[in-house]
């Protein structure tokens, strides 16, 4: 797992060529995506992937260890659903329509979990990761802002 | 969802049905904003999305509208009758289906759906005629759907009469805004609208029932149109797809989507109001193409073989059969094998 130190110098890497998304992948199949903004610079956000399959060779007890201390959120174990943008957030499609997902919901890297309004654009925001919805951070008709955690997620 | 509107919709107006460059002057003289004024206004435009360049000697020229200002604007620009609420519009940077967004619409607000107009920059999962995909690369076409909820005690709504009006309302305004050297759109049955031959525009219709608050039922028709506005032949990998499609930029004519799409929502709320509906037939008769070939079709799983003899805008394709027989083909259940 990558340490403190080294994620600091890819970071100063991707800001110094101006990359917007860095994905590496070690021979023990750990996986770390770096995104960040190029408008909001030095927010980088960082998603942690887990291994797509169990590897034979990584060893299973240590790895999801590692990886705690960069978990986007409080919760053990959960991944937060976070905000690409600054704008309104809204848990349905319109005033009295159900709700995108419910505390519970499964949820897929493609389902739709709510919409975020923007100058009058509305874009609706994918899970991005497959699990159940725990928790539901934000209100609706809340004002986000860009990189806010929207939801949490139980990975599985 | 949304406030109160952000842009000066009659600046952007101004703006949008210019094709030269205009002076600062002008449009003071025009709309009546002036110095700091109409410096914000611009701003403001641009902070939606506009593209607005200017030129010391010449002025202003719109490159391209942004999406944050199609709301606004196609509220200003088509208003729903008198006495109506205002019209509701939703812009969406990507969404499946504004089918399906339009069909959530009425389930949750019913009859204070109507009117409204839900537009996507990219559809994901577009729909067409029997169960088709509509595919179409983002930004290069636009691709919207608009809800007409009958009038109290109308009946139930026909799929037919919305889907022969709402071609004569695209053909119309893919006219309109290429004046002054107008294309010549033509309509090729039941729900293409084509120029040279080539597709230009698709249109597909659903209808739904539901029981409204006060238990009388409210009969919907869920319009979506597509339109080609600057889809260029390398944006298309399929080669047979490719020589089957045009688009207003193919055909000579850079036109900013927002214009296409207020040309449309405009005409296809007149062509839905107009009665009697004679005129509106005829002009829809005149612009389809009748082909004189023998030609195949499959129809509620039979094929039959045949001739065009006339177009019917509520019974469909009439068809002398090889058999001799004449039959009506509707438009719902048949589908051109060739």
Known sequence: MLDPKTLKELVKLMVANDLTELDLQDPQGERVTLKRNAVHHGQPVMHMVPAPAPVASVPSASAPAASEPAAPAADEGLVAIKSPMVGTFYTAAGPDAKAFVAVGSQVSADTTVCIIEAMKVFNEIKAETAGTIQKILVNNGQAVEFGQPLYLVKPG | ?338
């Open chain 2, 1 to 338: 969802m949304s406030g109160s509107a952000i842009i000066h919709a009659p600046l952007l107006d101004a703006l949008l049905h210019r094709t030269e460059p205009i002076a600062r002057e002008s449009l003071t003289a025009a709309i009546g904003l002036r110095g700091m004024e109409l410096l914000q206004e611009l701003r403001r435009l641009a902070d939606a999305g506009c593209v607005i360049e200017e030129h010391p000697q010449h002025g202003l020229t719109l490159l391209e509208t942004g999406l944050g200002a199609w709301e606004d604007y196609l509220r200003w620009r088509c208003p729903l009758a008198a006495g109506e609420q205002p019209r509701r519009v939703e812009v969406y940077r990507t969404t499946g289906s504004t089918q399906d967004r339009a069909r959530a619409l009425v389930e949750s607000l019913g009859r204070a759906a109507h009117g409204a107009v839900i537009v996507a920059d990219e559809q994901t999962a577009g729909r067409g005629r029997l169960g088709r995909r509509w595919v179409a690369p983002p930004g290069k076409a636009v691709t919207f759907t608009m809800v007409n909820i009958a009038a109290p005690g109308d009946g139930r709504v026909s799929v037919d009469h919305h889907m022969f009006a709402t071609a004569v309302a695209v053909a119309r305004a893919a006219e309109a805004v290429t004046r002054p050297s107008p294309i010549d759109a033509r309509i090729k049955w039941p729900n293409d609208v084509m120029c040279d031959g080539r597709k230009l525009a698709g249109i597909l219709v659903e209808t739904f029932s539901r029981s409204g608050n006060n238990g009388t039922p409210i009969h919907a028709a869920i319009i979506g149109v597509g339109v080609n506005v600057s889809v260029e032949p390398g944006d298309v990998s399929d080669p047979a797809l490719r020589d089957r499609l045009t688009s207003l930029v193919i055909l000579g004519h850079r036109v900013d989507r927002l214009r296409v799409l207020a040309g449309c929502v405009g005409h296809i709320g007149a062509a839905l109001a107009a009665s009697p509906h004679a005129e509106l037939v005829a002009e829809w008769k005149r612009r389809c193409t009748i082909p004189s070939r023998r030609m195949e079709w499959e129809s509620d799983g039979r094929r039959i073989h045949g001739h065009v003899i006339d177009l019917d805008p509520y019974d469909g394709l009439i068809v002398r059969t090889d058999s001799g027989a004449t039959i009506h083909l509707p438009a719902a259940t048949t589908t051109v094998i060739g």
